[in-house]
């Protein structure tokens, strides 16, 4: 318990001091490189490099308040686990691995972090020992290895430059047609890793982890490495690279969009949602706006960890029930988490003048104010208010609509730790949304826009948190609407068939094609051929020299006298 | 994989059905009055055909209702989370006691104190357990 609040302590304390170190970064406009000479052999040096800039330090700073906020929190909400010790420490495995990847400016020492990234998270969603978390470990342990194995390649690959120190060469590869294969390889590394189409699958399956893993893991910090990693090598991709990216990421955030209206799992509706916010960072990183990605990644892993802290509350308090079909009503029992919940979901959705609205109110005019297609536009507005549906429909079924629980005595909010840990990051999701904008942007994006595109955006939130609302309370008639077009509400709700390509769709021939393998050649051909054809031609020639083995003395001595007469002759 | 081990009845594939039946209006109708709105005239689906005393249309009745609750299947149905299927189901494994018997010697050698205490209270439970119920018979080999 106590190992709890040393390293919440910790990380607190780290988290302060890189907040100010970040802040005088900015100030100074300084990046710092340190180099350290682990290995000298003849003139070949192997140099351990680590780049501090703001960006670092702002990264690391939130890392670690997230983590020290939800290490308190995992204080009383894993506090029935016999192996919390063991759970700390994957946490702090996890935190350490995420803050050798912000710090490395260097492709070998980002594998490192990558793979303890991909390790760790495995480990935690195999936490619980059942066979869906098995599962899901499996998928998201798989899906994550395709990037790795993208990131080696692009290691193999930069030894054409002799130094993997790529931040050095980020203008280099722009320009150069056969190293741009880096670009593309660093592309589906973060693909993967920020599980954007077709890796989706992924994500929601991790939803299998204990909620502060979701909270600190699949929501803040490993699903945003891979964007990250798109920021610091942004300068390198190239025109078409971009547009493939703009168009993967709009597709993925009006899948999860849609995905999650059709959900009813608590954890995998926050989930999806982190899906398509990470598709709106993926958007206007594509366009070129890297810092306002990073902008919106630091806001959105806030009110994301928030929401997932929320919703651990509620399960805990329910008893472990994630359906929200089993909810409702809430607010009267659990009126605090009502309050942050709705604080953080009213920032996700963008609602001025809390957090998220800073950021992604300046992404949507960002985009509004680039030469897009139609299709993009409308795909971006469309989505947004998705998001603000199926926030709602989420408020409507947990917090609002009727009481749908089981019991009515055992939901009361008596976690006092919980609720301090979710305490301390609301005032961040108030207030860090424009504390951040100022501190980043000195002085502000100029936006001139008409005024109907300039209040698209409230207009999409307002119309989406109609829609959201009134289709979760509303209905026409008795019979259910998905029911009817049964099809259609299948396939949207399960991600567009990701999670079935995902997993069947990639081992089914397969393993079809290794049983007739196994039936045709292991136990057909090969056998008739190999082991018992060759079994049975020794046999057979051995039957054939035996028999002149049997009883044939005077062969062999007529044969010696005939080899004498030869020796002899000759 | 679960075999069969008994000869299961008409009347308790057609409850069984019937139970089905109401689980999936449930995840479906989320609303309680909606929900027990269907549920009504599922029961009375079910009551229209109580009489047939022909077991060839009962049991082709249902086949058909066991097609019909394959096809309206909801993709998440609502489960209780540690029943089997559900999310909490069979989280925590905790090893039984008895794998420290089979501890390797050397294994159990690191922890001599705790292991002979053990071996001890062995001895003691066996001692308890024979005053209390005798001695047990040995088995026949």
Redesign the interface.
């Known amino acids: 318990m106590h190992i709890c609040l040393i390293f919440s302590g910790l990380f607190l304390f780290w988290s302060t001091v890189f907040f100010l170190f970040s802040i005088y970064f900015i100030v100074e406009g300084l990046t710092w490189f340190l180099e350290f000479n682990l290995l000298m052999i003849n003139s070949s040096s192997i140099v351990m490099t680590l780049l501090f800039d703001w960006m670092t330090f702002l990264f690391m700073s939130f890392v670690l308040f997230i983590s020290s906020m939800v290490i308190f929190y995992s204080r009383e909400y894993m506090a029935s ?2 192996f919390i010790n063991r759970f700390i420490m994957l946490v702090v495995m996890f935190v350490f691995s995420m803050m050798f990847l912000i710090v490395s400016p260097n492709l070998i020492s980002i594998l490192l972090g990558w793979d303890g990234l991909g390790l760790v998270s495995y480990c935690l969603v195999i936490y ?6 098995f599962n899901a470990g499996m998928l998201t342990a798989l899906s994550n290895r395709i990037g790795d194995v993208a990131l080696l390649m692009a290691i193999a690959w930069m030894v054409n430059y002799g130094s993997w120190n790529y931040v050095f060469y980020l203008f280099q590869l722009k320009g150069d047609s056969y190293m741009n294969v880096i670009s593309y390889l660093v592309v589906l590394a973060a693909l993967t890793k920020s599980a954007q189409i077709p890796f989706s699958s992924w994500l929601p399956a991790a939803m ?1 982890a204990p909620t502060p893993v979701s909270s600190l893991v699949h929501s803040s910090t490993l699903v945003t490495a891979g964007v990250y990693l798109l920021i610091r090598f942004n300068f390198c991709f190239n025109e078409w690279l971009m547009y493939f990216l703009l168009f993967i990421s709009s597709m993925t955030m009006f899948m999860s969009g849609l995905g999650a209206s ?4 608590l954890k995998k509706i926050i989930a999806l949602s982190t899906l398509s916010q990470l598709g709106l960072m993926m958007m206007i990183l594509s366009l070129g706006s890297y810092e306002l990605a990073f902008f919106h990644l630091l806001t959105h892993a806030l009110f994301k960890a928030l929401l997932f802290m929320c919703a651990g509350n509620i399960i805990h308090s329910v ?5 929200i ?2 909810m409702g009503g809430l607010v009267k029992f659990l009126p605090l988490t009502c309050v942050y919940f709705n604080i953080s979901n009213l920032s996700l959705c963008g609602l001025p003048f809390l957090s998220g609205f800073y950021s992604k109110d300046l992404v949507a005019e960002i985009m509004s104010m680039g030469y897009l297609s139609f299709y993009i536009y409308l795909i971006f507005y469309v989505s947004i208010g998705l998001t603000v549906c199926y926030s709602f429909r989420l408020v409507y ?1 947990s917090f609002v ?2 009481f ?1 629980f089981l019991s009515l005595n055992s939901v009361y909010e008596g976690s006092v730790m919980m609720i301090k840990g979710m305490g301390g990051l609301i005032f961040l999701v108030i207030f860090m949304g424009s504390s951040l904008s100022w501190i980043i942007f000195p002085y502000p994006y100029v936006i001139i826009l008409p005024l109907f595109m300039k209040i698209l955006t409230l207009l999409m939130v307002i119309l989406g948190a109609w829609i959201g609302y009134e289709l979760s309370k509303f ?1 026409i008639s ?1 019979d ?1 609407l ?2 009817k077009n ?1 099809s259609l ?2 396939f949207l ?2 991600m567009w068939n990701m999670p079935v390509i995902s997993t069947l769709g990639i081992n089914y021939y397969p393993i079809i094609g290794g049983s007739f393998l196994y039936k045709s050649l292991d136990q057909g051909w090969s056998e008739v051929l190999g082991s018992q054809g060759i079994y049975s031609v020794i046999v057979s020639g051995s039957k054939i020299s035996q028999i002149f083995m049997n009883n044939s003395i005077k062969i062999f001595f007529v044969l010696m006298i005939v080899w004498l007469m030869i020796i002899f002759m000759i | 994989m679960s075999l069969p081990t008994g000869l299961v009845s008409h009347t308790q594939k057609v409850k069984s059905l019937y139970k089905q039946a109401l689980r999936c209006l449930e ?6 009055e ?1 929900y027990r ?2 549920a009504v005239l599922m029961r009375n689906r079910f009551d229209l055909n109580k009489d047939i005393k022909d077991m060839r249309i009962a049991k082709d009745l249902i086949a058909q209702g066991e097609e019909e609750l394959f ?2 299947q909801h ?2 149905p ?5 029943s089997p299927g559900g ?8 090893p039984p006691d008895w794998v420290l018997d089979y501890w390797h010697p050397l294994e159990k050698a690191q922890y001599p104190e705790y292991f002979a205490r053990r071996e001890q209270r062995k001895r003691e439970y066996v001692k308890l357990w024979e005053k209390k119920f005798g001695k047990s018979e040995a088995l026949p080999h």
Do not use: T
């Open positions: 686990d016999i619980y020992q059942n066979v869906k978390s299998a059709f959900e009813f799992d008893g472990d029930f994630q359906d079909r089993y079924y609509g009727s749908n209905f008795y259910s998905s029911l049964y509400s299948w709700s399960n | 995840s479906w109708y989320d609303r309680r909606v709105y269907h096809k309206k993709w998440l609502r489960k209780f989370p540690h999310v909490a189901h069979g989280r925590e494994v905790i």
